[in-house]
């Protein structure tokens, strides 16, 4: 089962961070719409279950 | 005269060349034919500006669409810690909020943070109460229904905790209701959500938030060293509890801030050094260098002082997003901002001695500043919307003006913020300039420029005048009173460290102006919207005499007044007890000292309680002069006649209403209707002053002007007795003549608008319709102009804004709004894009008479 941590988007939280948790990462993807691109990013964790995501890309 | 040099400096800044020709022409041909923006990042932001305003209540854009992120990370930190005390919880809930949210950096910006989980997206505030959540939950055309469940599910938990609840047990029914209607005056803030803020940016730019984190660490270690020695005293003690748990409501929330601050840089470093940006307009490698430098900048502020103007502007921009945005809605943009920013400005531009940068790129940071407030989603209640259109929100910021001594405060700051609003030609934020004929000729021509272009703005406030009004009924020392800004459209409001104004709580908040005279002639009744007793019972109009008629008049001033001035502080108590901004809180220099949150309002510094007619109540004075000369004078008509024909809405009596238009009206140097202004507006200041709000004995001060609701009001707003038909624009402006009424010229609407008693009132908004041959087009028109704004400064005569736009453009743009997106007018206190507005809207000021000068 693919997770989180395997997938390109996923950029682990750096343990010296105010939101440091245990496992906790960003998952940071360039999307677009007609307004044009923009990077996001919102909180996962490393061991999520990226079955069901359909923005996972294998590292 | 104008001078030649400052036209050609001018014209060398803004990289202009006129050829001879008029500098307004040449840069509206330029504008038409290039776009705005200065630099071809501003220009490419420009093009893809995601503008979020609403017409009728509606979000222009289809792409708006609403997020649940924050009212779902609220509504988790709210049950995590719902037995905490108040101000820890709404901490807490920020907190949460910040540490869990998406953020997002768009291609280009120079300026990040956004309050939102993706861009174009809408969140919202079930703290607030049901009814705001509702009505965006129930529109489809922004709520997608996956999310209409989960959203009606945080409504029920919402329900015991909100703001609406809190506030709604003081109310007797009778009150509320009339309240709710939105006839006699604003709804309350806890029905549609809508307040405003102005947060002290100063202390966070100069000590940075882990200064004033230490501050409160050392406020809580002296009151737990107090509360161990011996004796014991229990008067002095007992505060402290209190003021403990607010500065630990501050810390949290700013050590959440600088958190959240640092996600963005941890995501630009990322940015930059993962992802493929070679179709950046500047190219990879420039894009890469800008994300690290926004990487380093986000690490560091608002954690510690700016150190320059890039620092100063993205510490500003978050404090803005997180104290008017995330904590709460708060309308506004509030700064004087040459004054703010100008040490940052002198170290960058000038001196280079941090964050060296030339004059063009604060210009184009400045553009970007001013695109990046054109993108902010806001969720005010519906009745709000409607009275904002053609705009996101009331984003107003303050320019110019003198010092304490007399000394112009205008700098070169000053002019590249003006200059930045000709290249970018937004309509947000909209400019308030300090106006005095001691500011320099550059600057006020750069003023004029921005008039010509027909953006609206800079609205023109009296500087001398609201100095001395700011000492003389608010207390404020010369230093404080010199630098005011405006909180929202026309009141000023005290900046600097220890000076958080609120509106709607504090000042703001309003009453209807035509609705204290239409209820006066029926006994308080609304037939016209609610069908509900709204006003005070004065009796029947129908057997009043001219002394009758005033009594009643003065009577339903005192009577809607009361309600609003009891409704404010209501929500003010309510909000300070459950709803704090510890963040806000944390801003101020007063309240960290005091331990006190932002919404406490006993011993303020610079206490500013004052509020709104709105729209405008020259209609009442207009009434009362037909009433007068056509019933009483003339004695042609009785009240009885008169009433029938209201009630008809004047259908079947046009030769009466012609007759009653003809009668006497503001705006025209006549006497026999100004001193009935003169009368009106006196009354109102001695009621205003009677209501005295806490913290300031001397009572409360008026600020008529009109939004736009002298539009979308009409419908609410019964025919009147000057010839006005039910549905129909009602005055604008606050001391505007109505529209076509006007027949006297320029300096006649100044004469009339000069007897009011000037030096009570705390703003009273003028609008005026000039030329664009004269303005735009002819190299007299600077002389022209500064000689009406001489006339208007020597009269005393407190504020005027000016429509400088065609008729045949406004007429053009109803039939192909396409072509005419840069369109601009002025509507009241802000300007919008003339294309987003309602037909009736435009054709209100398409009707306003154009004035010749000269
Ligand atoms: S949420 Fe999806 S896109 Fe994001 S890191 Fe996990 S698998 Fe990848």
New binding site residues.
């Given amino acids: 089962m693919p997770q ?1 941590k395997e ?4 950029f682990p939280v750096p343990e010296n961070e105010w939101d440091y948790e245990k496992g906790a ?1 960003d ?1 940071i ?1 360039e999307l677009r719409d007609n307004k044009g691109r923009y990077w996001h990013a919102r909180r ?1 964790k490393d061991e ?1 279950d ?1 079955l069901k ?1 359909t ?3 294998k590292r | 005269m104008a001078s030649a040099a400052v036209l050609e400096e001018i014209s060398r800044d803004l990289k202009i060349d006129r050829k001879g020709q008029p500098l307004g022409k040449v840069m509206w041909e330029k504008k038409i034919k290039e776009g705005p923006g200065s630099t071809p990042r501003t220009k490419h932001l420009y093009k893809r500006c995601r503008w979020a305003h609403t017409a009728g209540g509606e979000y222009v854009r289809e792409d708006i669409k609403i997020s649940l992120e924050r009212a779902r990370l609220y509504t988790e930190g709210h049950k995590a810690n719902a037995g905490e005390l108040p101000i820890i919880i709404r901490a807490k809930c920020l907190e949460h909020y910040l540490k869990n949210c998406s953020i997002y950096i768009q291609d280009e910006e120079l300026i990040v943070g956004s309050h939102n989980e993706y861009p174009d997206k809408l969140e919202l505030f079930p703290e607030g109460g049901a009814k705001n959540m509702m009505d965006y939950l129930e529109d489809d055309t922004v709520t997608p229904p996956e999310l209409y469940d989960e959203g009606v599910k945080m409504v029920e938990y919402w329900k015991q905790w909100s703001l609406s609840s809190r506030c709604e047990r003081y109310f007797d029914p009778e009150s509320l209701e009339k309240l709710s209607t939105g006839v006699i005056g604003e709804p309350p803030v806890w029905a549609h959500f809508y307040t405003s803020a102005c947060p002290p940016y100063q202390s966070v730019l100069e000590d940075g938030l882990e200064k004033r984190i230490k501050w409160c660490e050392d406020n809580i270690k002296n009151a737990r060293d107090k509360i161990k020695t011996f004796p014991w005293r229990g008067e002095e003690n007992f505060p402290l509890f209190e003021k403990i748990d607010a500065w630990e409501a501050m810390n949290i929330s700013a050590r959440a801030v600088i958190g959240w601050a640092r996600k963005y840089s941890r995501l630009a470093r990322i940015i930059a050094e993962n992802f493929d940006l070679s179709d950046s307009v500047g190219g990879a490698g420039q894009r890469k260098k800008e994300l690290l430098e926004i990487a380093d900048i986000c690490a560091r502020v608002p954690a510690e002082p700016a150190r320059g103007l890039k620092d100063a502007m993205q510490s500003k921009w978050f404090c803005f997003v997180v104290a008017q945005n995330i904590e709460r809605y708060c309308s506004g943009y509030s700064q004087l901002e040459d004054n703010l920013l100008w040490p940052y400005y002198k170290a960058s531009v000038i001196d280079k001695t941090a964050q060296p940068m030339s004059r063009e790129e604060a210009v184009e940071l400045i553009e970007c500043e001013r695109l990046k407030v054109c993108e902010r989603t806001v969720t005010k209640g519906r009745w709000m919307r409607i009275i904002h259109p053609g705009i996101n929100d009331l984003h107003i910021l303050s320019l110019g003006g003198l010092d304490e001594n007399g000394n112009d405060m205008c700098t070169d700051l000053t002019d590249v913020i003006l200059e930045a609003a000709l290249n970018i030609h937004t309509n947000e934020p909209s400019i308030a300039f300090k106006y005095s004929p001691k500011c320099n000729e550059k600057t006020r021509r750069l003023v004029y420029e921005c008039i010509s272009q027909g953006f609206g703005f800079p609205s023109i406030k009296n500087y001398e005048k609201n100095f001395k009004h700011s000492m003389e009924y608010h207390g404020w020392p010369p230093e404080v009173a010199a630098r005011w800004a405006l909180v929202l459209c026309m009141a000023p409001g005290a900046t600097g460290r220890r000076s958080t104004q609120h509106s709607r709580n504090e000042g703001g908040s309003g009453i209807v102006g035509p609705a204290v005279g239409t209820m006066a002639l029926s006994d308080g009744f609304d037939a016209w919207f609610s069908n509900k007793q709204c006003g005070a019972h004065t009796g029947d109009a129908s057997k009043f005499t001219w002394e009758d008629l005033l009594k009643a008049v003065e009577e339903q001033i005192k009577h809607n007044s009361q309600l609003m001035f009891m409704n404010k502080e209501i929500t003010s108590y309510a909000e300070n007890k459950w709803l704090e901004s510890p963040f806000l809180a944390m801003m101020d220099d007063w309240n960290v000292e005091e331990g006190v949150g932002a919404f406490h309002r006993y011993n303020k510094p610079y206490t500013n309680t004052w509020a709104d007619y709105y729209p405008g109540p020259v209609g009442v004075v207009d009434d009362l002069a037909a009433i007068k000369y056509w019933v009483f004078d003339k004695k042609k008509y009785t009240m009885a006649q008169l009433l029938e024909a209201l009630k008809a809405n004047w259908q079947g009596y046009e030769e009466m209403r012609q007759e009653f238009l003809s009668a006497p009206k503001f705006g025209n140097d006549d006497d026999y209707v100004d001193k009935i202004a003169n009368w009106f507006f006196n009354v109102s200041c001695d009621v205003w002053a009677a209501h005295k709000m806490v913290g300031w004995e001397k009572g409360a001060t008026i600020v008529p002007q009109s939004v736009s609701a002298f539009v979308t009001l009409g419908s609410m707003i019964g025919a009147e007795p000057f010839g006005r038909r039910h549905g129909e624009p009602t005055h604008d402006g606050g001391c505007s003549p109505y529209m076509g009424l006007d027949k006297k010229g320029p300096t006649a609407v100044l004469k009339s608008v000069s007897k009011l008693p000037n030096e009570r009132i705390k703003g009273i908004q003028l609008n005026q319709r000039l030329p664009v041959g004269l303005m735009r087009e002819s190299e007299k028109g600077f002389d022209v102009w500064s000689a009406y704004m001489k006339t208007w400064h020597d009269l005393n005569c407190d504020h005027v804004q000016f429509n400088v736009v065609r008729t045949e453009d406004m007429r053009s743009a109803q039939k192909e709004p396409e072509k005419w997106e840069h369109l601009i007018v002025r509507i009241a206190g802000y300007s919008a894009r003339f294309i987003s507005l309602s037909k009736m809207a435009q054709d209100a000021v398409i009707a306003r008479t154009e004035q010749e000068l000269g």
């Fill in positions: 989180c997938c390109k988007s996923f990462g998952c993807r996962t999520m990226a995501c923005d996972y890309k």
